[in-house]
């Protein structure tokens, strides 16, 4: 297995976690599932990273790890705004605070972006090993 390959394959596990907590509809275990929307948009953008043979930062910051990603290919700057919006997941709701567990529809829009992300990166990958761009969008 290569290393982009093992970072889509965490990605895709903290999603599927991040899925089945909302599918619980257990709200005290949304925290867990905010947190791991974050981490498979980070795994995904670092997957893109390592396929492309740059070192992969140590930060949790996926803003900075999408535009670290724009300078291989521009069109990962339309990630931008949704990766600002779980950027925060990362340690919000992770520690006791006036606020401890996300809104359900706040984490239902987590997973959608978080999973835009993880298909967008694979979709790249695919194009960028085949030669060819496909002519579907995600």
């Known amino acids: 297995?290569?290393?982009?390959?093992?970072?889509?394959?965490?990605?895709?596990?903290?999603?599927?976690?991040?899925?089945?907590?909302?599918?619980?509809?257990?709200?005290?275990?949304?925290?867990?599932?905010?947190?791991?929307?974050?981490?498979c948009a980070e795994k995904s953008l670092k997957a893109f990273?390592?396929?492309?043979?740059?070192?992969?930062?140590?930060?949790?910051?996926?803003?900075?790890?999408?535009?670290?990603?724009?300078?291989?290919?521009?069109?990962f700057d339309f990630l931008l705004t949704i990766a600002a919006s779980l950027n925060p997941y990362s340690i919000k709701f992770r520690y006791p605070d006036d606020i401890m567990i996300p809104e359900k529809k706040d984490l239902f829009e987590a997973i959608t972006f978080a999973e835009k992300i993880f298909k967008f990166v694979n979709k790249k990958i695919e194009e960028l090993s085949s030669g060819q761009k496909s002519i579907f969008n995600n």
Do not use: P
């Open 49 to 75: 990273l390592a396929y492309k043979k740059s070192d992969i930062e140590k930060t949790h910051n996926i803003v900075f790890l999408t535009k670290l990603c724009s300078k291989y290919d521009t069109e």
């Open 1 to 39: 297995m290569q290393v982009h390959d093992a970072w889509l394959k965490k990605a895709h596990s903290d999603l599927r976690i991040a899925k089945k907590l909302f599918e619980s509809s257990e709200e005290e275990l949304f925290d867990g599932a905010a947190y791991h929307t974050q981490q």
